[in-house]
């Protein structure tokens, strides 16, 4: 280690004597590396995060997309009875396809205006055969989606679910609105079949404890920001609002303020007749296309407050303990801030490289990456300062002290930071994009943490040492007190010395200590 020691005696020499041209110089490279945020794109769709690029089905469907274009936006909503224990009860009956049919109606008719213009379901759906409607599969298919036709006894609903035509009846059964086979296995869930003995071969009756309906819509550059508009403003929203009879899960998408209140009251009259008096509340869980990215969206947001409380306190700790509080002189608030500009100022230039490289953040990166960073810097700050601390008092020279104490623990420093980088760059390896993209930032966030703590924050201990040389006050350096103090004793560094080291190295500590550590050991390979 004695080659290391000696270089960075050397880096402490020379940073101590030109603080301000290390200031600026770690400015610029800051400033510099942060244009790369002029290609900031943050992910958070599912199969970009976690799909390998190279994997197999990675590739078959970008062939997939590029011959016969992108698979469909999916928005899906299964239909259940609300309550505990009721969630097996038979739903396939007139009452709950009155619901249904409000419901579906209200999504396809449902409109948003953007640029100008008012978009509807059917401008952006898909729509398989040429000239007819969009593709909804539903319950509602046994009846083209025509609310008369819906027979009035339960009887009769699952006899039309039988796909026999009646002796009266012309036409195709079991065909929806456009031409479309309508398919049991996918508007239905817990199915039952009850065997009907009424006639020779027949088909079972149905009964179903979840209705399954599904809008697929186009899927490219041109229709997309509309259908996320949609699936917000009109999917969602008549969701949230058939939903409020269970009072489940009823909180509207941040930037809605109401719900539909034409559906409520159709809804509300269905519930109202006398003939559905005993009628089941029903309640909405469902998938649109948008619902996972809106979901790691909310929760970055959530996190936003977290990262910034946790960096101000940070702050105020780092000002608590690197000092000794209270003291108008001993304070160390000045360095405490000069410390977590270092953490942002890694932050920045790990991300801003990043982006450089036209690597899309995930929520990982941007989420555990300043707590990865923090962590680490604040660390580091502690030795940088303990280590200066300890100089002998007969070294006068402030920039010796801080050149022989970045000598005493540079080389520590430095064997930390490329262990811990190395590893990350390491896990670049992996082939799932969102991890590829944490380690990355990560390892480049580490390296950049490591070389702005050896210089720009061992610039500003030399300043801040000087300032307290000259007796000058914490946080306000240009008044200087008269009555020169000395520092107090670190009251947590006493009692370690006094009561925790003669503990933690008695006999009979040891022994329970060795004992403790073998039985968690043995429990955690155990389990």
Not at 18 to 27: G, T
Not at 60 to 69: M, W
Not at 103 to 112: D, F, K, P, S, V
Request: include cysteine.
């Amino acid at each position: 280690m004695g080659f290391l020691s000696k270089v960075f005696y050397n880096i402490g020499k020379g940073v101590t004597h030109h603080p301000f041209i290390v200031f600026v110089s770690a400015f610029l490279v800051t400033m510099t590396c942060g244009f790369g945020f002029i290609n900031f794109r943050a992910t958070a769709d599912p199969q970009e995060l976690w799909v390998p690029k190279t994997s197999r089905a990675n590739i078959e469907q970008e062939y997939f997309k590029n011959h016969f274009g992108s698979f469909f936006r999916i928005n899906e909503m299964m239909i259940v009875p609300a309550g505990e224990g009721k969630d097996t009860q038979d739903i396939f009956r007139p009452g709950y396809l009155h619901l249904l049919y409000y419901l579906q109606t209200a999504i396809e008719q449902g409109t948003i205006e953007r640029d100008g213009k008012i978009y509807r379901h059917d401008d952006f759906c898909y729509k398989p055969i040429t000239g007819e409607g969009c593709l909804v599969t539903s319950p509602m298919g046994f009846w083209k989606m025509n609310q008369t036709a819906i027979p009035k006894t339960a009887d009769a609903v699952k006899l039309d679910a039988q796909c026999i035509p009646r002796a009266d009846q012309s036409g195709r059964v079991c065909f929806d609105r456009i031409g479309v086979p309508v398919q049991v296995s996918a508007i239905f869930g817990g199915t039952t079949c009850i065997k009907d003995d009424s006639q020779p071969c027949a088909p079972c009756i149905t009964d179903a404890s979840a209705y399954m309906v599904t809008f697929l819509l186009n899927n490219n550059d041109y229709s997309n920001p509309i259908a996320e508009q949609w699936e917000k403003e009109v999917f969602i929203k008549n969701v949230k609002t058939f939903n409020q009879f269970a009072d489940y899960q009823t909180e509207l998408p941040k930037g809605l303020d109401d719900y539909n209140t034409t559906l409520y009251k159709q809804l509300e009259s269905v519930y109202n007749q006398t003939d559905n008096s005993e009628m089941l509340k029903l309640k909405i869980d469902y998938l649109a296309e948008r619902s996972i990215p809106d979901q790691l969206g909310e929760i970055g947001d959530q996190n936003k407050n977290v990262i910034f409380l946790s960096y101000i306190l940070m702050f105020v700790y780092v000002g608590l303990a690197l000092g000794y509080f209270p003291s108008f002189v001993h304070n160390r608030f000045i360095l405490g801030f000069g410390g977590i500009m270092v953490v942002l100022m890694s932050i920045v230039i790990a991300i801003g490289i990043t982006l450089f490289m036209n690597i899309p953040l995930s929520l990982i990166s941007s989420e555990v990456v300043p707590f990865l960073i923090l962590a680490i810097g604040v660390d580091n700050m502690f030795i940088i300062v303990r280590a200066e601390q300890e100089v002998s008092k007969d070294v006068t020279v402030v920039e010796e002290r801080v050149a022989l104490a970045l000598k005493e623990v540079g080389p520590s420093i430095f064997t930390a930071a490329f262990c811990e980088s190395l590893a990350f760059f390491v896990g670049m390896l992996t082939r799932v994009p969102a991890l590829e993209s944490f380690c990355l930032v990560a390892a480049l966030g580490v390296l950049a943490d490591f070389l702005l703590q050896i210089t720009f924050f061992t610039a500003a201990l030399t300043l801040d040492a000087k300032r307290i040389r000259d007796n000058r006050c914490d946080i306000l350096p240009c008044i200087k007190r008269k009555k020169k103090t000395e520092p107090r004793k670190a009251i947590v560094r006493s009692l370690f010395q006094k009561y925790f080291v003669p503990f933690l190295f008695n006999k009979k500590t040891e022994i329970m200590v060795y004992f403790l550590s073998t039985v968690f050991v043995s429990l955690g390979i155990v389990a």
